[in-house]
């Protein structure tokens, strides 16, 4: 039974893949993804006079179709990504070099457009997009900010939650004390997990400008939304903390906000490791 499901996955791969088979498909340009469970499947494809996406068969984007929300033409489609569940999202750009990122057909990024409300937009170069199964994004580009030290982040939903000369805690100390930043975001190196973890590729640097070396980080955007530390969720770490801390460690269980604020070592968990970095964070940097 196993191996007739799997054939006729595979099957039903192919007749997705013969419905767009034409002369207009560049030869070998083609990339193609589905779910595990083979109910859906993504392809990109070079074609005659620009590139195609065709989700579960049917066409959702090709070069000189308009953007959704009047964004736009596309001229070019460079990246797409299928999540387990179905979800997809691709990027490319538009005629002049502006960029954009559309997620199961919806606008979510386009060169000019706010970021998450406010002054910032993004700017020319969208550089890698991601989707996981519950249909949260990541969108990972340049922006308007001027300061060329701080004009890359990367965004989930639309929020901010890493950019470029953020610093790096090397050691998992839970501190800022290894002297080391990112300096750029490695193009297309970047995964988004269920739990909104992202574990990409960056370039580091230290205070001093020195470039270091390429890095596998990860940073947890479902975690603690303001510092390690806050475990009484007010934004700042100080005494007010401690017995919020401590109530945090007896609870025990899952981990929710700002209770994650305590997890000094980003583990899951409330342990003895935590307790002598917190007591040693809240005295040494409050």
Not at 103 to 116: E, F, H, K, P, Y
């Amino acid at each position: 039974m196993g191996q007739r499901v799997r054939e006729q996955r595979v099957h039903a791969a192919e007749r997705h893949l013969n419905r767009w088979r034409s002369a207009d498909w560049a030869p070998w340009d083609r990339i193609f993804q589905t779910t595990p469970n083979g109910l859906h499947t993504l392809i990109r494809a070079s074609i005659t006079g620009g590139s195609l996406v065709a989700y579960d068969g049917v066409r959702v984007l090709r070069t000189g179709d308009a953007l959704p929300s009047g964004a736009g033409n596309i001229n070019s489609i460079f990246e797409t990504h299928l999540s387990n569940a179905g979800d997809w999202i691709a990027r490319g750009d538009k005629p002049g070099a502006d960029d954009w990122a559309v997620r199961n057909g919806a606008l979510v990024a386009t060169t000019g457009q706010s970021i998450d409300g406010g002054a910032e937009t993004w700017g020319n170069s969208i550089a890698t997009v991601r989707v996981n199964s519950n249909g949260d994004y990541l969108v990972i580009g340049n922006t308007s900010e001027t300061d060329p030290l701080l004009d890359a982040v990367m965004t989930i939903n639309g929020q901010i939650i890493v950019r470029e000369s953020d610093p790096v805690d090397l050691d998992g100390n839970g501190l800022f004390d290894d002297n080391i930043y990112i300096t750029s975001f490695s193009v297309g190196n970047a995964w988004l997990a269920n739990d909104k973890r992202v574990h990409f590729l960056a370039t580091i640097r230290n205070a001093e400008g020195t470039s270091l070396s390429t890095a596998f980080l990860m940073v947890d955007a479902g975690g603690c939304q303001t510092i390690l530390g806050d475990a009484n969720g007010t934004g700042g770490r100080n005494g007010t903390d401690v017995q919020a801390f401590v109530n945090c460690l007896l609870t025990g269980g899952p981990l929710t906000h700002p209770c994650k604020c305590a997890d000094m070592d980003n583990d899951g968990d409330i342990d003895s490791i935590d307790v002598t970095t917190f007591a040693t964070t809240v005295v040494l940097d409050p």
